[in-house]
């Protein structure tokens, strides 16, 4: 990993450790609990990623006459590196979310419904007009699904295609994102459109079925193979599409199609993912601010490392 990027690759770490000690402490005083046999899956899928990691790791470390052989499989570690770290983290972060919706702070519904009624938009008016055209709706379900998709196929191009440092922004700005997300919708939970306004269709209320379980207490395990996004505002889907679209704009021939796929993904997220209006325009604000924060932190980092390698030329040029 070049170096100017291990002190972000080991603050990822950091912000996961400090989220597993939260959700340890927060689950020992909790009734919610994670399903032995959920945890056990999961540690093992971790365990494997650290594994292939390993083998990346070291197969790089060897000597290639082919200096483009040896790029690829740095690139390839490299990317599997912040993998393991997203990995850890995605399960981290779904047991904080989970955990945060069990706090049962005041709903702001209403007072979404009222802002998004603002500019003229009705939730329950363009759910109704969508499910009437068919192909609309078709489109729109294949944009909001692409969503996981893409969440496997990015690190997969980026490792091909020598844009490790790319993948790892991404992952650094879904930490980022996912952990501010999480902690406004803390302080101000929202249920989803799909339960405030009753919708009972297929893959819409059952997506979000556990948001009221876990704040009337009912609800009290926890499987991670049927885990559900149960933040509303802001929509991490919104931003998650901004990030996607952002990862692969050194990847020209794909950049374009990433752009327009994630845009139709961003219009998907109030009827395919219960959103209000709100949470789609806070996530793009949220998602633009984090995208920018972030590309900050790693180009001081490659700054400081330019300085650093310049002060040694002219330490070596002038010893005296």
């Not at 219960?274 to 998602?287: C, E, I, N, W």
């Not at 900050?296 to 005296?320: H, M, Y």
Request: glycine share 4%; proline share 4%.
């Amino acid at each position: 990993m070049p170096k100017e990027t291990r002190r972000i690759y080991a603050a990822a770490w950091w912000v996961t450790i400090v989220l597993i000690v939260i959700d340890l402490v927060w689950m020992r005083d909790s009734r919610l609990h994670i399903q032995t046999d959920s945890a056990i899956l999961s540690v093992q899928t971790i365990a494997l990623i650290v594994a292939i990691t390993c083998v990346f790791w070291a197969v790089s470390r060897r000597p290639f006459k082919a200096p483009a052989r040896k790029r690829l499989y740095e690139n390839v570690a490299h990317v599997f590196m912040w993998i393991a770290v997203l990995a850890v983290f995605t399960h981290v972060g779904i047991v904080f979310q989970y955990l945060c919706v069990t706090t049962g702070f005041p709903l702001i519904s209403d007072a979404l419904i009222s802002a998004d009624c603002a500019p003229g938009f009705h939730w329950l008016d363009t759910y109704r007009w969508v499910g009437a055209h068919h192909w609309i709706r078709v489109v729109l379900e294949f944009a909001y699904a692409s969503g996981s998709v893409q969440f496997f196929a990015v690190p997969i191009i980026l490792a091909l295609t020598a844009n490790s440092r790319d993948y790892a922004e991404f992952v650094v700005q879904f930490i980022v994102a996912t952990t501010l997300v999480v902690l406004i919708a803390l302080v101000a939970p929202a249920e989803s459109a799909f339960i405030k306004f009753g919708i009972h269709d297929p893959g819409t209320v059952s997506t979000v079925s556990d948001f009221m379980p876990l704040r009337n207490g009912s609800a009290r395990e926890l499987v991670f193979s049927s885990a559900q996004g149960l933040v509303s505002f802001p929509s991490l889907h919104a931003i998650l599409a901004l990030c996607l679209a952002y990862a692969l704009r050194h990847v020209r021939p794909l950049f374009l199609a990433g752009i327009a796929l994630n845009a139709l993904m961003i219009l998907s997220t109030p009827t395919q993912g219960g959103h209000y209006l709100s949470d789609v325009l806070s996530g793009l604000a949220v998602g633009m601010a984090v995208i920018y924060l972030v590309r900050k932190v790693f180009a001081e980092a490659k700054r400081s490392k330019t300085l650093q390698q310049g002060s040694n030329l002219i330490t070596t040029l002038n010893p005296d």
